[in-house]
């Protein structure tokens, strides 16, 4: 069974950093996408960062850009977001997510990813 | 940016019912669409990919359909575990979620 579990949410005053941890299991790890999406109290869902299955490519969103960092250990099977900088608005649970690969195209190939996988996640509250 | 916006924010249905929630893109996203569940206290769930993917073991009275820019959620008979949040996602582009429309049972 495919399973993420985060860990490393708390309370940290403005300006400060954080770590999240998200082990993941019952699945080769190393050949998947993952991800990390938030959800502020009461608001919806907003995409964070990616890194690819096989260079570690990375991606932000504008609003963490500069500021959060992904990055895997293949070797623990883990997945991390380290957050510098930390405003009172990065208040939310933090997700981790397992990326799935849709390819299209025959010549030239494009890769598309969606989450199916989903951690029960972790808590992060930014206040003095 | 690819925005999305989904309609109603919120609905109330009986059981039995046929609910539909729509999606729009602010621009072709082609069939790169997923839909998820979210209920209280819970992580998201995945229901439909590429706009009419089932995912394995999501039952089947949920369908999505559309292509484009504009795409529908359907629920053909709500049931009472459905009370929930549903989000669209685009992923033709990073990754942009809709607002949410929550479904309440009458």
């Known amino acids: 069974e495919v399973q993420l579990l985060e860990s490393g949410g708390g309370l940290v005053q403005p300006g400060g950093s954080l770590r999240l941890s998200c082990a993941a299991s019952g699945f080769t790890f190393s050949s998947y996408a993952m991800g990390w999406v938030r959800q502020a109290p009461g608001k919806g869902l907003e995409w964070v960062s990616a890194i690819s299955d096989n260079r570690g490519g990375t991606h932000y969103a504008d609003s963490v850009k500069g500021r959060f960092t992904i990055s895997r250990d293949i070797s623990k099977n883990t997945l991390y977001l380290q957050m510098n900088s930390l405003r009172a608005e990065d208040t939310a649970i933090y997700y981790c997510?397992?990326?799935?690969?849709?390819?299209?195209?025959?010549?030239?190939?494009?890769?598309?990813?969606?989450?199916?996988?989903w951690g029960k996640g972790t808590t992060v509250t930014v206040s003095s | 940016d690819i925005q999305m916006t989904q309609s109603p924010s919120t609905l109330s249905a009986s059981v039995g019912d046929r609910v539909t929630i729509t999606c729009r893109a602010s621009?072709?996203?082609?069939?790169?669409l997923a839909w998820y569940q979210q209920k209280p206290g819970k992580a998201p769930k995945l229901l439909i990919y590429?706009?009419?993917s089932l995912e394995s073991g999501v039952p089947s009275r949920f369908s999505g359909s559309g292509s484009g820019t504009e795409f529908t959620l359907t629920i053909s008979s709500l049931q009472p575990d459905d009370s929930a949040t549903y989000y669209c996602q685009q992923y033709k582009t990073y990754w942009t979620f809709g607002q949410g429309t929550k479904v309440e049972i009458k």
């Open positions: 997510a397992k990326y799935e690969k849709v390819q299209e195209g025959s010549i030239r190939i494009n890769n598309y990813y969606y989450m199916d996988v």
């Open positions: 621009q072709s996203i082609s069939s790169w």
């Open positions: 590429k706009a009419s």
